[in-house]
C-alpha cells in the first residue's frame, strides 16, 4: 500500500513538473512580450505594460473561482479546461497581434490570467500528493519544472517570432497554444490526491475567520504577498526599462529575464530540503533579505551585469519566500480547511500583484528605474517584522 503510494506520488509530481514547464513557458512568453507588444499598439506609452497588468488583475479575480471549481470537480480537471483556455487565449493574442488591436490584445491576456490562477496551485496538488512532512520538498521539486521553461520561453521570443508570416511574436504565440493543449492531455493523467478520496476528511469547525486570525497564517499569507509584488513590480519593469527606455535589444532583454527566472527556480533544487532543515522562518528571513539586496543592486546602475544581477537576486530571494510562506501556510489549516485557507491566500497574493503591476509601467513612465526599485523596502522591513513575531509560535518550525 504504501509502496503504491510512493508510486503515485513520483507520478504526480512528474505530471505536474511537466505542466509547470509548460505554464512557466507561456507565462514568461507572456511578461516578456506583454509591454513590448503593448509599447507597440497603445498610443500612449504608460500603457504599455497594462496587458500584463490586466493578465494580473485576471489572476487575482480568478483565485477563488479557481479554487471553487477544484473543489467541485477536483483539481484533475480543473486544471485541465484552464489549459485549454490557455490555448485559446494565445490563439487569440496572435490574432490581436496580426491585426494591430491592442483591446483585443488585453481581452487575450486577461483570458491567460484565468489559466494563471489555476497555474499558481500546482504547488497545492504537490502538497497534497505527498505526507505533510515533505510538504516543502514537494513544492520546491514542482516549481522545477519552470527552468525549462526559463530556457524554452526565451528561445521561443527570439526564435519563433517569424515562424508563421511577416508579422512577429505571431509564430511563438501560436507555438505557446499548442504547448497548453498538450498541457491538457497531462492533466487527464494525474492520479488521486490527498484529501480528496470520500471520507478520508472531517469537517472543519473553525469559521474562515479563526483561520486567518492565526499570527502565522497572516505571516504565511504576507511573505507570499511581499515575495510576489516585488518579483511582479521589477520583472513587469525590467523590459520596458531595457528594450524601450535604454535601448538594449530583445534578445539581451530575453537573456535578463531568463536568468531571472532560472533564479527563481534552480534553488528548488535545495530550498525544500533547506526549510525541512532549517525550517520555514528562517528560509523566509532569507528571501527578504535577498530581495533587499536585489533593490540595492538595481540601484547601483542601468548595464546589462547591474539587471542581470539585480534580477537574478531577485529570483532567488522570490524562492526562498515564496516557497517558505506556501509551506508555511500549509500548517495553518486541516485538509477539510484548505480550499478556503488556499483561496483567501491566492488572492491576496495576486490580489497585490494585480496592484503593483499597474504601477510598474506608470512608475517607469513617470520617475525611471531608479524610484521603482525603492518602492520595495517598506514592504520587506514588514515581513522581516512580522517573522521575528512568530519565530517562537509552535505551528513553525525553528
Known amino acids: 500500500m504504501c509502496e503504491n503510494a510512493a508510486l503515485m506520488a513520483k507520478r504526480n509530481l512528474s505530471i505536474l513538473i511537466s505542466c509547470q514547464l509548460i505554464s512557466a513557458t507561456g507565462a514568461i512568453v507572456l511578461v516578456t512580450l506583454g509591454g513590448i507588444i503593448g509599447s507597440g499598439l497603445a498610443g500612449n506609452q504608460a500603457l504599455a505594460t497594462l496587458p500584463v497588468s490586466v493578465m494580473i488583475i485576471s489572476v487575482a479575480a480568478t483565485t477563488v473561482p479557481a479554487t471553487l471549481l477544484m473543489r467541485a470537480i477536483g483539481r484533475k480537471l480543473g486544471s485541465a479546461l484552464a489549459s485549454l483556455s490557455a490555448a485559446a487565449s494565445a490563439l487569440l493574442a496572435a490574432y490581436a497581434v496580426a491585426v494591430s488591436s491592442f483591446p483585443l490584445f488585453i481581452v487575450a491576456a486577461a483570458i491567460f490570467g484565468i489559466n494563471m490562477a489555476f497555474t499558481q496551485q500546482y504547488r497545492y496538488a504537490a502538497v497534497e500528493s505527498v505526507q505533510q512532512d515533505h510538504a516543502g520538498r514537494a513544492i520546491s ?146 528571501g527578504a533579505i535577498a530581495l533587499l539586496a536585489s533593490v540595492l543592486l538595481g540601484l547601483q546602475g542601468q548595464s546589462i551585469m547591474h539587471y542581470w544581477f539585480a534580477l537574478v537576486m531577485l529570483g532567488v530571494g522570490w524562492n526562498f519566500l515564496y516557497v517558505g510562506g506556501t509551506t508555511m501556510l500549509t500548517l495553518t489549516y486541516s485538509m477539510a480547511e484548505r480550499f478556503k485557507a488556499q483561496a483567501v491566500n491566492e488572492f491576496s497574493v495576486f490580489g497585490t500583484s494585480a496592484i503593483v503591476s499597474l504601477l510598474a509601467g506608470t512608475v517607469m513612465y513617470y520617475y525611471g528605474w531608479s524610484t521603482l526599485v525603492l518602492l520595495p523596502i517598506p514592504l520587506l522591513l514588514v515581513i522581516v517584522a512580522g517573522l521575528f513575531i512568530v519565530r517562537r509560535d509552535p505551528l513553525v518550525r525553528v
Open 141 to 286: 521539486i514542482v516549481l522545477l519544472g519552470a527552468i525549462g521553461g526559463a530556457f524554452a520561453g526565451s528561445e521561443l521570443v527570439k526564435h519563433a517570432q517569424s515562424w508563421l508570416g511577416d508579422v512577429p511574436y505571431v509564430g511563438t504565440l501560436v507555438v505557446v497554444a499548442a504547448l497548453y493543449v498538450v498541457q491538457s492531455l497531462l492533466f487527464l493523467m494525474l492520479g488521486p490526491l490527498r484529501g480528496e478520496e470520500h471520507g478520508t476528511t472531517t469537517q472543519s469547525h473553525r469559521s474562515l475567520a479563526q483561520i486567518v486570525r492565526q499570527p502565522v497564517f497572516i505571516v504565511a499569507v504576507l511573505g507570499g504577498t511581499v515575495a510576489y509584488g516585488v518579483m511582479t513590480l521589477i520583472m513587469t519593469a525590467t523590459p520596458l526599462s531595457m528594450h524601450i527606455n535604454d535601448g538594449y535589444s530583445l534578445e539581451e532583454t530575453a537573456n535578463v529575464i531568463r536568468a531571472h527566472v532560472l533564479g527563481m527556480y534552480v534553488p528548488s533544487l535545495v530550498s525544500g530540503l533547506l526549510i525541512e532543515r532549517l525550517g520555514t522562518v528562517k528560509m523566509m528571513t532569507v
